[in-house]
């Protein structure tokens, strides 16, 4: 599935990688970029609790709890981020965890079912940011772009300082069916939110606009959202 990154995030490594995929770039790379390969995959195999390629195997020695609850018929929970977990479906699949020399920890998941979303995990592990930086700069980016936002106030448990950006953007992506360009409409939210001993969280999730189970799962992993201690 090719899989079209949100306005304001930056290429799991570089810009070619997003090409390689097929994904539309609409960000301009901002920010101090990746770690090389090798730093990146020691940065990321030290602190990443997700799993490289497939998200329904779940890493070893993942540093938060699951929710008390368990999660409904063809979800799993996950612990993508220290500290944080959330329930995703157990068709995702997840792109090679990434390190970006600004401290910031990335992983993406992709569900490829006839309900397609994304869902992009970031977070910054030593006090680099809070969430209300993460979210001043997305805003600066996405406007950049020309894509319009609309922030509210949410919760998280366990979190503190929670934001919420909701967009639309349109995408080049294998998930339109109908339009022989691929364009499509899609509908994304992200929440933002302070952890504990300094940890940031951002979270992002979209899916195609016309199909409304799509975008009601991707909005279905923010609601679930837990933080914890890493």
Same mark, same amino acid.
């Given at each position: 599935m090719a899989a079209v990154r949100p306005a304001g995030r930056r290429p799991a490594s570089a810009c070619a990688v997003a090409l390689a995929l097929g994904c539309l770039v609409l960000s301009a790379c901002s920010g101090s970029g990746a770690t090389d390969a090798a730093e990146a995959?020691?940065?990321?195999?030290?602190? *990443?609790?997700?799993?490289?390629?497939s998200a329904s195997t779940p890493a070893a !020695?993942?540093?938060?709890?699951? @929710?008390?609850?368990?999660?409904?018929? !063809?979800q799993q929970t996950l612990s993508p981020a220290l500290g944080r977990t959330m329930?995703?479906?157990? +068709?995702?699949?997840? *792109? *090679? @965890?990434?390190?970006?020399?600004?401290? =910031?920890?990335?992983?993406? &998941? #992709?569900?490829?079912?006839? +309900?397609? &979303?994304s869902v992009f995990v970031e977070y910054y592990p030593n006090g680099e940011k809070a969430a209300a930086d993460i979210l001043a700069s997305e805003q600066e980016v996405?406007?950049?772009?020309?894509? *319009?936002?609309?922030?509210?106030a949410t919760t998280v448990e366990g979190g503190s300082n929670a934001q919420r950006m909701d967009w639309t953007q349109e995408g080049d992506t294998a998930w339109s069916a109908t339009d022989p360009s691929g364009v499509t409409t899609l509908t994304? +939210?992200?929440?933002?939110?302070?952890?504990?001993?300094? &940890?940031a969280y951002s979270v992002y999730a979209y899916g195609p606009s016309d199909n409304g189970e799509a975008v009601a799962a991707a #909005?279905?992993? =923010?609601?679930? =959202?837990?933080v914890s201690a890493p």
């Open positions: 995959g020691a940065a990321a195999a030290s602190t *990443e609790t997700a799993p490289a390629t !020695g993942q540093g938060a709890s699951a @929710p008390a609850s368990a999660p409904a018929q !063809g329930t995703i479906s157990q +068709a995702a699949v997840s *792109e *090679e @965890p990434t390190a970006f020399k600004d401290g =910031l920890r990335q992983v993406i &998941y #992709h569900v490829d079912t006839d +309900a397609p &979303y996405f406007s950049s772009q020309g894509v *319009e936002v609309t922030v509210s994304g +939210a992200a929440v933002f939110v302070d952890g504990q001993d300094g &940890y #909005h279905a992993v =923010l609601d679930s =959202l837990v």
